[in-house]
């Protein structure tokens, strides 16, 4: 069975919900879905769930929220399954690793990118280049 994990913002325009929920229909089924438990996306992921699993934040803290995210991709790296994530703004400038400033969607991905997950992205704003993404990881042995 697959399985894959979702990010993507806590607001979307009708448009973008539409375009969200066509790419969620489409994927295969029977599978294991991993989503947050914020609005948006992960309302949406939940929702049309075959199979959920779902990651709560303690609190609304910034690093509460991280900590969130950084469950679910542990779990999806581990399931050997995919992230899908839905941006809906380019990524911001100075995002690493550490500080996920200026967006919990585009950290998940830097994140699941450090962790060899694959990231498959849907846009929902015009798409732009993602060069570090594009990159193959060289092992290391």
Same mark, same amino acid.
């Given at each position: 069975?697959?399985?894959?994990?979702? %990010?993507?913002?806590?607001?979307?325009?009708?448009?973008?919900?539409?375009?969200?929920?066509? !790419?969620?229909?489409?994927? @295969? =089924? /029977?599978? *294991?879905?991993? $989503?947050?438990?914020?609005?948006?996306?992960?309302?949406?992921?939940?929702?049309?769930?075959?199979?959920? *699993?779902? $990651?709560?934040? &303690?609190?609304?803290? *910034?690093? #509460?929220?991280?900590?969130?995210? &950084?469950?679910?991709?542990?779990?999806?790296?581990?399931?050997?399954?995919?992230?899908?994530? $839905?941006?809906? &703004?380019?990524? /911001?400038?100075?995002?690493?690793?550490? @500080?996920?400033?200026? =967006?919990?969607?585009?950290? %998940?991905? !830097?994140?699941?990118?450090?962790?060899? !997950? /694959?990231? #498959?992205?849907?846009?929902?704003? $015009?798409?732009?280049? !993602? /060069?570090?993404?594009?990159?193959?990881?060289?092992?290391?042995?």
């Amino acid at each position: 069975m697959q399985t894959f994990a979702f %990010t993507g913002p806590r607001k979307l325009t009708p448009k973008q919900e539409a375009e969200a929920r066509h !790419v969620l229909w489409s994927l @295969s =089924s /029977p599978a *294991v879905w991993l $989503f947050g438990d914020a609005e948006g996306l992960d309302a949406l992921a939940r929702d049309l769930a075959p199979i959920g *699993v779902l $990651f709560e934040a &303690k609190s609304k803290r *910034v690093w #509460e929220l991280q900590a969130r995210s &950084k469950r679910m991709v542990e779990a999806i790296a581990y399931a050997g399954g995919t992230l899908h994530a $839905f941006p809906n &703004k380019p990524c /911001p400038t100075g995002l690493t690793l550490q @500080s996920w400033q200026g =967006s919990g969607t585009w950290g %998940t991905i !830097v994140y699941a990118h450090s962790k060899g !997950v /694959p990231v #498959e992205l849907h846009w929902l704003c $015009f798409p732009e280049q !993602v /060069p570090w993404l594009e990159q193959k990881q060289l092992a290391l042995f």
